[in-house]
Each structure stands twice: as C-alpha cells, then as structure tokens.
C-alpha cells in the first residue's frame, strides 16, 4: 500500500422540514436545543447534498468545497464534528493496528447541492448529515444513524433529523453533555409514502435575521416562549408521533400549521420582532385554508387537506398526501403554471386545475402568489442518507 | 313650552390608539375585556367624530345618521347604550317631575368624522364616545366620565377610554355584571403634552379578520394567549403607568413596541391565523429600529426616541416626542413626502431630513413606505370630549 494512497468516501443525504419546530438552544455551545421537533425527511430525487470525503497521508490541510467554492471550516462548530469523528476512528486504529491510521490524516471534503442555493431552502441540514456521514463511511465507523445524529447535531442542529429517512423527531434530551440529545426514526417513509410536498419559493429577499441569531434572541427576550417550550411543544410531539403512526393527515396538518404559527408568532414576540412569512407567505396560508375548507363543504366532513408549514424564512412547504395531488398542486400548478419547477417528472404529472370553487375571493391571494413566488419544488417523503460510489474528488 | 320643543347637544369626542392593547373579551355580551388596556388621547384638531344628539316629541324613531349615511342601530351594542342612558335619565325624570320627559322621546342622532374613513382608523371609538357624551350632555346626566366609560364600553370596548384626555387605562374588572370594568385617567395631556404620533396610514386593503370576530377566536384558540392575558399585561400595565407618570419615554416605547408585537403574536398563533401586519407595517418596524439605534449611537447612550403600535390593522402609529419631530418625523417626511397628509400646520412645520447614516442598508424598508403608505397623518396627545354649540341637526 503506497503511502499516497487516497481514501474516499461519498454519500447523499437528504433535506428535512420540521412540522414541529426546533427554535431555541438551551447550550448554543453544544447545540442543545429548548424543545424537542419533528420531521419528514424528502426524497433526494429532487432535494439532496452529494459529499466525498477523502484523505491520504498526502492532503495537505482539511478543507471543504461547496458547490465550487472553498468554506471556512475553522469555525466550532464544524470543528466539533470532525474531532468527535477523528477520535472514533481513532479508537478503532487503536483496537486493531492494522488499520490504515486515517485519523491522522487531512481531509478533503467536496459538497454538491442539486437544488439552487439561492431557493433559500435550509441546506445547513443535508450538509451537515452529508458530511458526518461520509466521513463515518470514510472511516468505516460502527456507529448507529442515531449516534450519528449526536455528532451532527453539533454542526447544525436540523441536521441530526437528516441522518434518517421518513419521519424523524429529535429528542431534546436533559444531559448537561448532549448525550442524550439524539434523533430517532419515528416511521420511516415506507409506513407513509403517499406524503407530497409542494414548496413555493418566494422571490429573493434578504433574510430577515440568521436562524442562529433569531433563536438565541428569542430565547432572551420573548415573554410567551417559555409557554411554547414548556407546555405546547411537549403536548403537540406526542400528538404528531401518534398522527404519524397512525397516518393520520387531519391531525398531521392541524398540528403542522399551529407549530408553524406558533413558532412565528414567538418570533415576532422577540425584541426586536423577527419576522420571516411576508405577504407572499399569507397569501400561501389563505391559499391553504381555502383548499381545505373547499374540500370540507365538498366532501361534507372536516379534514384538511393540505398543510402549510415555514421555516426561518418566506417559503411555504405545503404538505399533502399523492391521493390529493390534483386538489392541492393541481390548484397551484393552475396559479402558478408560468414558474420554474413544474418541468420535471413530478411536475409533469400534475394537471392545472381552476377550480373557481376554491378561488372565490380569493383574487388578493392568487395575484399576491403570482408576484411573489418565484419557483416551485415538487417532491416527497424519502429515506436517509445513501451511499454511493460517484465520488466527486 | 311648545310640545314639539327640540332639544339638542353636541359634542366632539377624540380617537385614542392603545399601548397596551385591548384583545379579547371574558363576556362578549358585555363587551368586558380578558385584560386591562392603556391608550393615549389624540388630538381633536386632527382627528375627532362630532355627534348632535337631539329629540322632540315628534322625532319618528331612534336614528343616526354618520357621514351622511343612515346606521342601522338595532344592534345590541347600541342599544344597551341607548337603554342605559335613557334609563338614567328616567331617574332624574322620576325624583323631578318638573323636567321634560327626554327618556321618553326618540332620539335622532348626527355624526361627522373629521377624518377619512377609508383611512382604516378605529373610528368606532372616537364614534361611541361621542354618542354617549352627546347624549348625556342631552339628558344633562350628572355622571363623572368614568361612570359613563362603563355605558360607551358596552358599545364598544376602546370607546370607554375616548372619553378622557391625555393617558387612560381601562381597568378590565372582575365583577361578573361589569360595573368595575371602566376606564380613568392616568395622566391629563398636559402632564406629557410633549407627546407625538404620526400615522402613516397603508394602502387600503381589506382587514383581514374584524377585530370582534379575530379577538375571540384568539381567546378560544391561541395556545400563548393565556400567558399574555395572565402575566405579560398586568406586568406591563404597572410599568406603563409608571412611564407615563415619570414622563420617561425610553420605557414608554419599549413597552409599546413589545406589547404591540405581543398582541399580533398571540393573532398569529390564532386558528386560523390572523394577520394585520403586512410587509409595509414591517418596513415601518424596521425604520423605528433604524431611528433609534442610529440615535443611541450618535448620543453614546440607550434611549428610543420613537415607538411603533399596531391596532388591528396594517397602520403603524409612530410616537414621539416634540422635541425630537425632525430626528423621526423629519426622516419620515423625507421618505414619504410626496404623499398626502403633510399639508397641514402640523406637517408645514417638519423639515424633510435626509439623513444617510439612518438610512444606511434601508434601501428595502425605504421603498416598502414609499409603495405601501398612501397618507399620513400628524398629531398629538390631546383631550377628552368637548361641548360645542355647533348643531349637526
């Protein structure tokens, strides 16, 4: 074995959108968050970061590229990541000497994203879990996607829900260390692959404040956060854990909406007020309750239909189920049919539909849809991070 | 005395816009509020309702007519106000027989507001206020204003606290039949007549959900609307009056801008959701913040020299103090001049202030005023109704 041998590692991994937010650290430090929050996982058909993780006794220094372009990885929090993996690789070289030693080599990581950065889509989360877990591939580590997601969960911590396919709630766990601060499987997306997901990108706009910031702010000064975390969160993960099991949409998207809402409304009760929905984001929601209150005087029942969900910025993520695809993004497809996204194999499926039922009133709404959203992502649940042997250095 | 005598008062009564705000009823009958609320009078020179009420023996049927246009007054709010007052001039009817039997006449009711009511104002309690001074001044009713806030509070809630001048709490109460749920008098305006608002008025849009509808669905669905009714207000109320007695601004404007954030935070965590904010009255968030820290930095110390407020609407009241007009209306004027509303004696008087080092990395908040704000309005803390001998009818 030459000396300048390189050995390489590549994964994908996929991007997830909370229904039950994470917005709070109790230990910025650690990432340990204030409430626990819950995820589907979607597929990397159409969302997905690829990464190789590579070293050889000849790489001269860590480094990571990103779509092209060299990062900064002296930052704690990637540091973090590397040195929990280095030092498990470590004990491995220690039990059996035979083992190339890796740990003490440099690494080079090369990232890829197949979706525009500038979608404003949190990809802090794929590429986190994309990294851990080509590097624990690298280093042929014995370690659960759980254990994973305690590495990972100190480079951001969204992306410890990314380590796994379907849903995924992260535990927040009461360790002083984070040791119990994990994510785990709550189904995995075969239990309920029929789950859809339309995101509106909304026109470009700065972002109001980082997520890291906007939290931190939150926790510091918002009179009704300590409600959210004591009382809401905890009622609301045991409720989403049972919809989940029990595929239940009706109350998957009542809770979606209220957490969604929730969560915002602790933002705007920050000082200074955060606010990430604009008047696009509204107009995503009236557009929603439209569709499901549509479909209640139609089918004679309550049930909601679809449900709109927002993370730290303007973009609604709109769930539904494939049974429902032409009520739900056949409705916005007929809205929006002249935006970029509609193109694909998913898109090509939907059929426009104008439904002048739903969009009664709605004039504000739709005209407020067509200005402000820019794009259109089609896609689904999916499973965690794959492995692969397209390496991409 | 001829039996077809007509007898006549008149009185103009004044807008107030809360700082702490009012949302949410515990009786919805008896317009009795789940918290207690503070607001600031405004002056009469530039907003203001004017009310004749008058009856004969020959007057056909109870009647008001406002801007011109007849009112259906039929509903309960109105006629528990009329019942009341009338019922109270029976009193005196019965203990002297000598005066004329009013209680037993139709009353004919005339009402103008001095300001556009397109302009989205909460005109309704400048608009009660006025009817139950006019009225009581009618039936020459020896009652104290606090006594008759308990009869306008029935017509609508705020309207209790236009019938003082200057700063006025309305004291939620617990008695079951509301007769402790009136509003007094903080502060006379010349206690703080320094005091300054400007109302930059957004483009007309539909409200999205009416106050009375929108706060009872937050009652009934908020999850965070409990801690705001049950700790956050009443902690705020005891340090509003207190800013307003010590006339200390820095603490009057953080607690208005938290409270107003507060309130719109429990509207988002509504099912459904209401929004009153839009992206213009954010733009207006974001100026304030940009005045005041730009403020702080120049004099090397804390202190807000504005506050933004939000009612239940897209309208941000911006307050201030005289002697800072040019640091915060000024720049206003400079941004929006070209609209209407800066014509009068109070807007000849404001120079248009350029100032780069506030409105440096502006550029979005600057163009979303410009867009979104269709006039302004300037004024001030004022008093309470007044008599006037100018007859309406």
Redesign the interface.
């Known amino acids: 074995m030459a000396s300048d041998e390189v050995y390489r590692a590549s994964t994908y991994a996929p991007v997830n959108i909370a229904v039950i937010k994470y917005w709070g650290k109790r230990d910025p430090k650690l990432n340990l968050p204030t409430n626990s929050s819950l995820s589907v996982t979607l597929s990397q058909d159409d969302l997905r970061t690829h990464t190789t993780a590579s070293c050889s006794s000849s790489t001269p220094h860590d480094s990571l590229i990103l779509n092209g372009h060299d990062q900064d990885i002296s930052g704690a929090r990637t540091q973090a990541c590397l040195h929990d993996l280095r030092q498990h690789r470590q004990q491995l070289e220690s039990s059996d000497p035979s083992l190339p030693k890796l740990s003490t080599m440099k690494l080079k990581l090369v990232s890829e994203n197949n979706f525009p950065t500038a979608a404003g889509l949190a990809s802090s989360a794929a590429g986190f879990a994309a990294l851990v877990r080509a590097i624990a591939d690298l280093y042929a580590l014995p370690l659960t996607p759980t254990q994973l997601s305690r590495i990972a969960r100190q480079g951001s911590g969204s992306a410890c829900r990314s380590l796994m396919g379907g849903y995924v709630a992260w535990e927040k766990g009461t360790a002083a260390d984070g040791s119990d601060s994990v994510a785990y499987e709550v189904a995995p997306a075969h239990h309920w692959l029929e789950m859809r997901a339309l995101i509106l990108v909304a026109s470009a706009?700065?972002k109001d404040v980082s997520s890291t910031a906007g939290m931190q702010q939150t926790v510091a000064s918002s009179?009704?956060f300590?409600?959210?975390v004591d009382?809401?969160v905890p009622k609301r993960m045991k409720a989403m854990e049972k919809a989940v099991q029990e595929r239940d949409f009706e109350a998957f998207a009542?809770l979606s909406?209220?957490d969604s809402?929730?969560f915002?409304?602790?933002c705007?009760?920050?000082?200074?007020?955060i606010?990430y929905m604009?008047?696009t984001s509204?107009c995503a929601?009236r557009l929603c309750?439209a569709i499901n209150s549509h479909h209640e005087t139609q089918s004679g029942k309550a049930g909601a239909i679809c449900a709109y969900t927002f993370d730290a910025g303007p973009n609604a993520v709109v769930y539904y189920l494939a049974d429902n695809e032409q009520a739900v993004a056949g409705l916005f497809k007929g809205i929006l049919q002249g935006k970029e996204g509609w193109e694909g194999k998913r898109g090509g499926s939907v059929k426009e539909k104008e439904d002048r039922g739903v969009l009664e009133g709605m004039e504000?709404a739709v005209e407020g849809l067509k200005k402000g959203v820019s794009r259109i992502i089609l896609t689904g649940v999916g499973d965690g991070p794959q492995k692969t042997e397209e390496h991409l250095c």
Chains 1, 2 share one sequence.
């Open positions: 706009a700065k009179s009704l300590e409600k959210r009382e809401v009542r909406m209220k809402n929730n915002h409304a602790c705007l009760d920050t000082d200074p007020p606010f604009n008047d509204r929601v309750e504000v």
